[in-house]
């Protein structure tokens, strides 16, 4: 018989999470004296300390330390099971959840989309667009089985997908257009749009940050339509300017840093290794873009 309770490990995992025993419990509904019984209980039951109380907040020990990426693969895997189980119909029917970032190509997904339910028409499909770390995060927290984004968790496995160019633009019509050369300096002055990160748990935005003034919207498709509306200056996908007209956008004559380049990566947990619908979406997104 185990020594630790799955409910155990969640405990424990949301302690190290929210940084304490009341905020675990918060967390999770239940007393801080609940919460740190069942701590206890483990301590007692693996004869080591998982925590040092300092003050209000819960350090974890190296100990805990060395327990906790498995400790959160398992919670995840709970969870998995538990939305498996509350999905149960007359006929079982898989969902599976991908994350993608917005960097990606629309079209490439959608055609992901149209061969994997040709090829599984039993199984529904999540995606979530995302920006930044928030294909991480869904991963590492167990709402997505696959993640496209430039980080992944280090205890996944990955592949490379695409290697996305992004370069400095602006709308036609903009002052910044109307300059033969340019250098960072000149762009101060001028409004930069930025995507912010959608991550939860991160607070970064992409690009150059150096601008007096900031747009900041929530994916590159708004960044996009901001270009095109005269708004300002921003760091986009080039294959976003493929069939545009040249009043659309321009690409600023940066005499340097106009180009940089992001190398979007596919991730899993080892678990997925052999599964057929995975490895079948991931075969479709790397030669879909």
Not at 156 to 166: D, E, Y
């Amino acid at each position: 018989m185990s020594k630790v309770t799955i409910e155990q490990w969640k405990m424990f995992v949301a302690v190290v999470e929210e940084g304490g025993f009341a905020q675990a419990g918060e967390k999770l509904f239940k007393t801080q004296p609940t919460v740190s019984h069942a701590i206890r209980k483990m301590e007692q039951s693996l004869e080591k300390s998982l925590f040092e109380v300092k003050g209000r907040k819960a350090m974890i020990t190296p100990f805990g330390s060395s327990l906790l990426p498995q400790a959160k693969q398992l919670v995840q895997q709970s969870q998995m099971l538990e939305r498996l189980a509350g999905s149960y119909q007359d006929k079982i029917i898989r969902e599976v959840s991908v994350a993608i970032d917005t960097l990606y190509p629309y079209e490439g997904w959608q055609k992901t989309v149209m061969a994997c339910k040709a090829h599984f028409p039993e199984v529904n499909l999540r995606f979530y667009e995302t920006c930044l770390s928030r294909a991480y995060e869904l991963l590492e927290d167990g709402t997505v089985q696959l993640a496209m984004t430039s980080k992944l968790p280090s205890n996944t496995l990955s592949q490379k997908v695409m290697t996305i160019r992004k370069v400095a633009v602006a709308s036609g019509h903009h002052p910044l257009a109307k300059m033969d050369s340019l250098s960072v300096d000149d762009l101060v002055g001028h409004c930069q749009i930025v995507v912010m990160d959608g991550g939860l748990r991160s607070n970064t935005s992409t690009g150059w940050l150096g601008s007096q003034q900031r747009l900041t919207v929530s994916h590159f498709y708004a960044a996009k339509a901001a270009v095109e509306a005269g708004l300002g200056y921003a760091w986009l996908p080039e294959w976003m300017l493929a069939g545009t007209e040249a009043e659309t956008w321009l690409k600023l004559p940066l005499r340097g840093g106009a180009e940089r380049e992001i190398q979007l990566q596919l991730g899993y947990y080892p678990q997925y290794d052999n599964d057929a619908v995975i490895q079948f979406l991931c075969q479709q997104l790397c030669q879909n873009p």
